[in-house]
C-alpha cells in the first residue's frame, strides 16, 4: 500500500489564541472563513468539539453549481492547543496552536487525498487559512 503523503499548511494570526480557537471552533464563525475564494462559502456548519464528537459543513459555490459536504470524527481536542480529527473518507488531520501574547500559530497538517495534486490541495487548504487569519483578525 503507497504510504500517505502529509500536506503542512499554516499561518501566523495576530490575535490571542483564545479568540483564535474561538473562531476556528464555532460554527457561527466557521461559515464566515472557511472558503478557499470568494465565490464559495459554507452555508451550514455543525461543531460538537469533543474525542468522538463529529462535525460537519457543507461547502458550495455561491452561484449554486456545485457543492460538497465536509466532515468527520474526532480523535483529540486539547483546549488552545490541538485538534485532531479524521475525515468521513479516512484521512487524519491535525491542527496545533501555538498562542504567545498577542499571536498565535495555527499549523495544519493533513493526509493528502490521491484525486487532486498534492500542490493543489495544499493551495486549497492554505487559500482557506489565509481567509480565516483574514476573518479572525478583522473581525
Keep these: ?74 480523535d483529540e481536542v486539547k483546549l488552545h492547543e490541538v485538534i485532531a480529527y479524521t475525515l468521513g473518507d479516512g484521512r487524519k488531520v491535525t491542527i496545533t496552536f501555538k498562542g504567545q501574547e498577542n499571536e498565535t500559530q495555527v499549523i495544519e497538517t493533513f493526509d493528502a487525498e490521491t484525486t487532486n495534486p498534492v500542490e493543489m490541495q495544499q493551495q486549497g487548504w492554505q487559500a482557506i487559512l489565509d481567509n480565516f487569519k483574514k476573518y479572525a483578525e478583522q473581525s
Design 1 to 74: 500500500m503507497e504510504s500517505v503523503k502529509q500536506v503542512t499548511v499554516e499561518t501566523t494570526v495576530q490575535a490571542p489564541v483564545e479568540k483564535v480557537w474561538e473562531y476556528w471552533t464555532e460554527p457561527t464563525h466557521i461559515t464566515k472563513w472557511n472558503s478557499a475564494s470568494d465565490d464559495w462559502h459554507t452555508p451550514v456548519a455543525e461543531n460538537d468539539l469533543r474525542p468522538g464528537g463529529k462535525f460537519h459543513s457543507r461547502m458550495e459555490a455561491k452561484d449554486g453549481s456545485f457543492g460538497f459536504d465536509f466532515g468527520g470524527v474526532y
